[in-house]
T-cell receptor, first 115, second 113 residues
Framework: DQQVKQNSPSLSVQEGRISILNCDYT??????FLWYKKYPAEGPTFLIS?????DKNEDGRFTVFLNKSAKHLSLHIVPSQPGDSAVYFC??????????????FGQGTILTVHP | DTEVTQTPKHLVMGMTNKKSLKCEQH?????MYWYKQKAKKPPELMFV???????INESVPSRFSPECPNSSLLNLHLHALQPEDSALYLC????????????FGPGTRLTVL
């Protein structure tokens, strides 16, 4: 059972335009969500996160939106740059308890930004 | 400093070899993680250490043996691996008390011949 899903395997965007990456989850116990960016043969780089008590978090060109009722979150990148081309993973976890911060990842979306 | 370091960067080993992967962080994080990542797949959790105690073992075969010598170091000892164990092995760490982001190292690319 895939609790975190990224239904778009790939996304292609023109430089300067907005990139919107989507993520859906099924476990209502998740209370923290993160986005990671990954280049080939490197470790994931943390981008931005959001707590379930918020519906928006912004950091520079990156904004994450959370719709708890729809169990959906999205990452907006504005403006998109060629250097943003990478695989983007959505991840979620349940804070506290015995989860020890165990992350559940989506399958990833390959973003390509064309000059 | 939000850096997690891993050595070696690349490792090639035979099925009868014994080798170790090393991970280090100096952020004072008390949770450390080992992940395995295959191409075009998300990272797959293997082990979690919390305050230097093994807290989660995701049913990993015994040919992988983790060790946490102190709060800054995490090792993964490898013995009698199979070619299907070839993957990128990632270490991560996480702070406590409301700090929820896991920071990943660059990984060790392991090839088992």
């Amino acid at each position: 059972d895939q609790q975190v899903k990224q239904n778009s395997p790939s996304l292609s965007v023109q430089e300067g335009r907005i990139s919107i990456l989507n993520c859906d989850y099924t476990n209502s116990m998740f209370d923290y969500f993160l986005w990671y960016k990954k280049y080939p043969a490197e470790g994931p780089t943390f981008l931005i996160s959001i707590s379930s008590i918020k519906d928006k978090n912004e950091d520079g060109r990156f904004t994450v939106f959370l719709n708890k009722s729809a169990k959906h979150l999205s990452l907006h990148i504005v403006p998109s740059q060629p250097g943003d081309s990478a695989v983007y993973f959505c991840a979620a976890f349940i804070a506290g308890g015995t989860s020890y911060g165990k992350l559940t990842f989506g399958q990833g979306t390959i973003l390509t930004v064309h000059p | 400093d939000t850096e997690v370091t891993q050595t070696p960067k690349h490792l090639v080993m035979g099925m009868t070899n014994k080798k170790s992967l090393k991970c280090e962080q100096h952020m004072g994080h008390r949770a450390m993680y080992w992940y395995k990542q295959k191409a075009k797949k998300p990272p797959e959790l293997m082990f979690v250490y919390s305050y230097e105690k093994l807290s989660i073992n995701e049913s990993v075969p015994s040919r992988f043996s983790p060790e946490c010598p102190n709060s800054s170091l995490l090792n993964l000892h490898l013995h009698a691996l199979q070619p299907e164990d070839s993957a990128l092995y990632l270490c991560a760490s996480k702070g406590s008390g409301g700090y929820n982001e896991q920071f990943f190292g660059p990984g060790t690319r392991l090839t088992v011949l």
